[in-house]
T-cell receptor
């Protein structure tokens, strides 16, 4: 185990639903990330939080809303998603913004119907 | 645009042989490179990294080579084992933004027993 957990592991939701993905890291890290992994595409960085402050938003649609209440927890709130949003959503953490080694969780497999 | 990419999407290797996975990058400003391994059902796992002031770095059974002249990165796995079967990603961290790790599309390594 990497010390980064994600729940749920699998999620099926309709386009009108609202759901949230949760990530928790037990490593004492201060930076957390959300990535999207689609089939046959490279990992796409979505959001970065460093010491609870959002430092990067990679032009992500507003139907994805991140929340970082503390350095150990990261949420991704989802609403009115599209079928093309179906993907594996990965959370990662690193010691801080100067540490490039990231520890990934197992991901949440999201299917939008 | 600038990108990180892999020469071969799939690679099959006989158990016990050495594996070489290649990666091309185009951003000459990148100063840090990372290899990740992703097994089925898991998130990416850090393998080894190298800074741009180095041309070679060795780990346990793995070696990363960096050729800045041709912007090429490779991962060598010695005595490949069935447990090495996974998708391998190279990633670069651009100097201008410590948070910005850009991943390549990945190479799938299959080890034949």
């Amino acid at each position: 185990e990497t010390g980064v957990t994600q729940t749920p592991r699998h999620l099926v939701m309709g386009m009108t639903n609202k759901k949230s993905l949760k990530c928790e890291q037990h490593l004492g890290h201060n930076a957390m990330y959300w990535y999207k992994q689609s089939a046959k595409k490279p990992l796409e960085l979505m959001f970065v939080y460093n010491f609870k402050e959002q430092t990067e938003n990679n032009s992500v649609p507003s139907r994805f809303s991140p929340e970082c209440p503390n350095s150990s927890h990261l949420f991704l709130h989802l609403h009115t998603l599209q079928p093309e949003d179906s993907a594996l959503y990965l959370c990662a953490s690193s010691q801080d913004g100067d540490s490039y080694e990231q520890y990934f969780g197992p991901g949440t497999r999201l299917t939008v119907t | 645009g600038e990108s990180v990419g892999l020469h071969l999407p799939t690679l099959s290797v006989q158990e016990g042989d050495n594996s070489i996975i290649n990666c091309a990058y185009s951003n000459s400003a990148s100063d840090y490179f990372i290899w990740y391994k992703q097994e089925s059902g898991k998130g990416p796992q850090f393998i080894i990294d190298i800074r741009s002031n180095m041309d070679k770095r060795q780990g346990q059974r793995v070696t990363v080579l960096l050729n800045k002249t041709v912007k090429h990165l490779s991962l060598q796995i010695a005595a490949t084992q069935p447990g090495d079967s996974a998708v391998y990603f190279c990633a670069e961290n651009m100097k201008t933004s410590y948070d910005k790790v850009i991943f390549g599309p990945g190479t799938s390594l299959s080890v034949i027993p």
